[in-house]
């Protein structure tokens, strides 16, 4: 039995050193440590071993038996280095490869749009106020004078979900909003997306608006004047020119509607401007002392002036598209070329 064992040793350390993949090796580790191995018929082999005998061989066994297990292990631990670096090896990657090509993204015209008018206007002394989409029908229409009789609500066609609350047809509900909590003097801007029930190649049922509010002692129709054509020249250029023609909202008196010559021909007429060398981008006005005093500024101390910007209206002269649809079709061929 002892010549066995050291067969047994001699012969398992050079067989466990010659393999070279796992699976050769899990069956090598089943001939020796199996229930049917080498070493496991010895071990069952002890019951017959005279019992002087026993401690020696006893002993010579469980060397053989530790020796045989470590040299397993040893050689699993090789292999799977051996493995594991040729995978590393394989599955390099070779960053100094050149790429396929990556798509440019780019801001969707309307996103592009807003950021320059807030940007023109944060430059100007605004600050950016927000308000809900979700409105009441009491900012969005009666506490900019608009009362329920008014014949200036026709002029909005209203998604309503109960008799006082709808989705807001205008940012001016925000004008109400901010008189009620801020402190004149002050100078806000309220970009945001309103809703009417329109949908044509010029109006869609979600459009973008930036309204634009200033409140304090002595401003006047000179001041929007002013302010309105600095505004229009950083928007289009300094060669652009501005048209003011007397109209009519009720939350402002007087009120006024702002042309600017057209940034496709340059007021020489085209397509986009019908030929009249203009387009029409906004309303504005002078405060109605009304709307002050209705929502708690003394009209007598405090003057205001306000205006209210189609965003999208205002991408599309920029861009010379003639389609309102076409900003929120998310065709990817239009988004394209609006880069
Ligand atoms: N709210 C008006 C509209 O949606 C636009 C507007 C006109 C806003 C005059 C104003 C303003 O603040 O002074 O048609």
Known sequence: MEQELKKIKLEAGEEIEKVEDKKSLAQLKLN??????????????????????????????????TFVEEAFSAKERELLQKELEEKLQNEKVDITLPSKGSKRGALHPVASMTDRLIDICVNLGFSVVEGPEIESDYYNFEAVNTPKSHPARDMQDSFYFTD??????????????????????????????????????????????????????????????????????????????????????????????????????????CKLCKNTGYLELLGAGVVNPKVLDFNGINSKKYKGFAFGIGIDRASMLFTGNTDMRSLFKNDIRFLKQSR
């Open 32 to 65: 020796y440590l199996g229930k049917n191995g080498k070493l496991t018929a010895i071990l069952k082999g002890m019951r017959d071993v005279p019992s002087e005998d026993r401690p020696r061989i006893g002993a010579l066994v469980n060397e053989v038996r």
């Open 164 to 269: 006082n609350v709808l989705l807001r047809t205008q940012t001016t509900a925000v004008q109400a909003r901010a008189m009620e909590t801020m402190k004149p003097p002050f100078k806000i801007i309220v970009p945001g997306k309103t809703y009417r029930n329109d949908s044509d190649a010029t109006h869609s049922p979600m459009f973008n608006q930036l309204e634009g509010l200033v409140v304090d002692e002595n401003v006047s129709m000179a001041d929007l004047k002013n302010m309105l054509s600095i505004m229009m020249k950083r928007l289009f250029g300094e060669d652009t020119c501005v048209r003011f023609r007397p109209s009519y909202f009720p939350f402002t008196e007087p009120s006024i509607e702002v042309d600017v010559s057209c940034p496709q021909c340059h007021g020489k007429g």
